[in-house]
């Protein structure tokens, strides 16, 4: 079983920056994948990136330029900044980690609050 520890989220004003980590412990070997997703109020969960083993990455059109994701594998450690932050990126976002293959079991962590205000 693994754990997933997000920390990072939080208010922060339209042009702004955050950066979300996202730990994992417990069973870490074999992950294939970790990344992001979100949830805003009455919509569906979104991919907004992802990053495998070996550092390839997948990247939501709507964050491209604005948000990159990078990873630790020595402390199975996922981040995620973000910058020129606007209001329609609020939404609780979600940390996900995918076993052995891009199919294989996945894991989410409990998801951490990003809210884009003025």
């Known amino acids: 079983q693994v754990q997933l520890v997000e920390s990072g989220g939080g208010l922060v004003q339209p042009g702004g920056s955050l950066r979300l980590s996202c730990a994992a412990s417990?069973?870490?070997?074999?992950?294939?994948?970790m990344g992001w997703y979100r949830q805003a109020p009455g919509k569906q969960r979104e991919l907004v990136a992802t990053?495998?083993?070996?550092?390839?990455?997948n990247v939501a059109d709507s964050v491209k330029g604005r948000f990159t994701i990078s990873r630790d594998n020595a402390k199975n450690t996922v981040y995620l900044s973000m910058n020129s932050l606007k209001p329609e990126d609020t939404a609780v976002y979600y940390c996900?980690?995918?076993?052995?293959?891009?199919?294989?079991?996945?894991?989410w962590g409990q998801g951490t609050q990003v809210t884009v205000s003025s």
């Open positions: 996900n980690v995918r076993y052995s293959s891009p199919y294989g079991p996945a894991y």
């Open positions: 417990g069973s870490v070997r074999s992950i294939y994948a």
């Open positions: 990053i495998t083993s070996g550092g390839s990455t």
